[in-house]
């Protein structure tokens, strides 16, 4: 925990196909801690569309951002394309390097992973991508949220708000995050049980499966790309 | 339940000092809904920030609207200033005459209230203003989700997720929303138990109840001037 007289900056990446709430969820939570700042960093300062169209606008970019505390990188489609995008790859090496904590969510690890952050590391990602991690490096961990070092990973999409409520409490202590969690009124109740491959129906995972098969076989011809360019061997 | 071949338009409204997670929560969920269209709306195509500062762009101005399926009416501080806004409450006048579903979320059901919705109905809204639907002539439920005829109404901020979910389900079927929530990941850990007052410390609610308080009451103030508009008693 920092001191509370410490203020503090984040950086949450956006980028064109992001999965919106893998931004979104986290901002709720880290841009309500007291005595700090939220950065939206992208490429541009112009208005990018999410996956399904969302229009979000970043107010910094890449080169403007100067010091952070916690990088925050979310996932989504749009991911895919930046896993060899040097510049992309560099300001999450840059960051990470000297941020007290990287925050991945979703298959933002991924993104992790090809800036050479997930050697070593226990780690997880969307159920989907899970079997992605060693290609990076990393130990998959079958949980929502896994914490290893100064690096937070949450699981797929919806789990960065579980993921964000434990960096809150990890920055400010847990009844800062608690009142944060109180205001957003997070005491959920899914209507249904199927938020998790073992928990869903057969014929709900086949069809979900099927719906991300052709970006999953994209994803995996990358990361064996990349984990030949790590030296990494499976 | 529509039929699938039926394809449906969802608006989601945009304004300024928006919690933006009552708009992008549900966004998740109404956005992945097979053979259908969601628009963000507001009263310009121009950035608007919510209340802590994320810029987001609606795709279409209250005029370029023509019919909605489902009215999607999110909440947040910046709902206060639009309870005497003729063109924003003629506009969810309008729609909610046609539409299949109005959803609200957090706060979003003051404004229903404001726009004469809510007159009889049974509804719920964030726990810190759950005492103000009377003051629209609604029975105040303390839920998650309340549905009342074709009235949705989800409690605080993260509710709009449970609460798109059961929207979801209801345009297309359980199997459609299961499929979206397992996409989603959305099976939820919160570290902490304190996501409603009967949950928090005595301390955090007493923390975040003083947080909102100035609001609150201007919220207060606004309702009774609305309630004698209306007509009603309380």
New interface residues.
Partial sequence: MLSPDKHFTIGSMLFPGI???DL??P??VL??IPNST?H?VGKTKS?IKDF????????MTYDEVVDLDVLHVPGGPGQQALMEDEETLNFIRKHASKATYVFSV?TGALLCGAAGLLKGKRATT??ASQHLLPYFGATPVNQ??VIDGNLIFA?????G??GA??VA?LLRG??A???I????????????D????D???K???E??RN??SKLTADRLATAKKISALLGIKV
Same sequence: chains 1, 2.
């Fill in positions: 999965d919106q709430i979104t969820g901002f709720e841009s309500a939220l939206v208005p399904h169209g969302l229009s979000l606008v970043a107010d979703c969307h159920w929502r949220v699981a797929g999409v919806t789990s708000i579980d409520l434990h409490a847990q009844p995050a608690e009142q969690q109180l205001y957003m009124q997070y005491q959920p109740e899914p209507p249904f199927a938020g998790t491959p928990r869903a129906s014929q709900v995972l069809n979900a719906a991300v």
